[in-house]
């Protein structure tokens, strides 16, 4: 990509004015060892992603479903924040991004000390029962769901973003699924599926956040679903300049001001550097 410095100057001038909201995709999570599903590091899956209809009416769909999730989610918890995640942290406590919006399921923009992150499709972490909406944690069905399969042996080498992993049906024969113990309701990740749409309350808050932005900054997603693209097509409608970085053609390079097609590992950090420098800035270890 040439130079660090060549490409991140335009995109320093622009974040230096402060009042950037952050758009993240799954391509920030890479590095994290966590493959996009159309960048470069782009996994091929043998099945398409679960729908809710499917997980509510299908209870063989709902089973496989589970089985995947489950090892994904031994997976998921061996992710830690990368350089992309501490650098965004760094500009928003030194000042310079004032929101972050993320469509990813991980937890890292947390963990890596981002601040009010919006996570616009939920959190992996948490389950919620879809009759008594009682929430606990995934830590909490990981532990029941080891107990009744003690002899569970499926075997995952790579994680898709939303936690899910591929299994043939040899792998999940005989998996045994567990219900919410206060209702026995259905148990549900705490995130979006397929099919599903996101909270309004959700959705309003971050339009309201991009309407104040002086900046929407684009990072690692191709903007393919609309879930995100939208924030970035009301950003260009009300005169808000927006840019992209990421590896890859997206559905919103038509309205960008500026389009950066490099690794986010590189740029962020640099980014950081130059602009969050002396300002005191310190993130969890």
């Known amino acids: 990509m040439g130079r660090v410095e060549d490409v991140i100057d335009p995109v320093a001038r622009l974040v230096s004015g402060g009042g950037a909201v952050v758009l993240s995709g799954a391509g920030l999570s890479t590095e994290s060892g966590i493959p996009d599903y159309r960048g470069p590091s782009g996994v091929a899956r043998r099945h398409t992603p679960m729908t809710y209809q499917m997980f509510v009416g299908d209870p063989e769909a709902r089973r496989r479903y589970w089985a995947r999730s489950h090892l994904g989610w031994r997976l998921m918890t061996q992710a830690a924040p990368n350089d992309g995640h501490r650098a965004v942290a760094r500009l928003q406590q030194a000042g310079l991004v004032s929101g972050i919006i993320t469509q990813n399921v991980d937890g890292l923009h947390t963990a ?10 939920g959190r992996l972490d948490a389950v919620i029962c879809l009759g008594c909406g009682d ?36 792998q999940v024969a005989g998996f045994r699924t567990v219900d919410c113990v206060t209702c026995g309701g259905l148990l549900k990740p705490d995130v979006v599926f397929f099919g599903e749409t996101v909270p309004v309350g ?64 590189r740029v962020l950090p640099a980014l950081a550097d130059r602009l969050a420098a002396g300002a005191g800035v310190t993130l969890p270890g």
């Open 112 to 121: 890596a000390g981002g601040q009010d992150v919006v996570e616009l499709h």
């Open 135 to 170: 929430r606990s944690t995934r830590q909490e069905l990981d532990a029941r769901l080891r107990r009744v399969n003690p002899d569970f042996a499926g075997r995952a080498a790579a994680i898709n973003p939303d936690g899910d992993v591929d299994l043939d049906d040899a």
């Open 202 to 265: 959700r959705v309003r808050r971050c339009f309201a956040m991009v309407a104040q932005a002086r900046l929407l900054l684009v990072l690692g997603s191709s903007l393919t679903v609309l879930s995100g693209r939208r924030f970035v097509t009301a950003a260009a409608r009300a005169g808000i300049p927006v840019v992209i970085v990421n590896q890859g053609a997206t559905r919103g390079d038509g309205l960008a001001l500026l389009r950066v097609d490099a690794p986010l590992g």
